[in-house]
Nanobody
Framework: QVMLVESGGGLVQPGGSLRLSCAAS????????MGWYRQALGKERELVAT???????NYGDSVKGRFTISTDAAQNTVNLQMNSLKPDDTAVYYC?????????WGQGTQVTVSP
């Protein structure tokens, strides 16, 4: 059983920054890809960013140039640095891991961007 635990969400003003972290219960090298998705109220879940074990990153169009995904092998975490936040970024952010044994979701962390 793989557990993914997100942290770092909260309330921030427009233009502000937040850093999300997702801790995996096993080495991140167990997964060929890790990523972040988000789901706003009344909307479908959408891609935010993914990163492969080789370091190749992919971003959703709405966050390109503002968000940066990274991994920390020593901490077994995948992180999401979010800058220049907008109200439209308000959503529950979910960590995702893709491995040979399966695909896994975290429980989510709320990000609210509001004055």
């Amino acid at each position: 059983q793989v557990m993914l635990v997100e942290s770092g969400g909260g309330l921030v003003q427009p233009g502000g920054s937040l850093r999300l972290s997702c801790a995996a219960s096993r080495t991140i090298f167990s997964f060929h890809t890790m990523g972040w998705y988000r789901q706003a109220l009344g909307k479908e879940r959408e891609l935010v960013a993914t990163i492969t074990t080789g370091g190749s990153a992919n971003y959703g169009d709405s966050v390109k140039g503002r968000f940066t995904i990274s991994t920390d092998a020593a901490q077994n975490t995948v992180n999401l640095q979010m800058n220049s936040l907008k109200p439209d970024d308000t959503a529950v952010y979910y960590c995702r891991a893709f491995g040979a044994a399966g695909r896994y979701w975290g429980q989510g962390t709320q990000v609210t961007v509001s004055p």
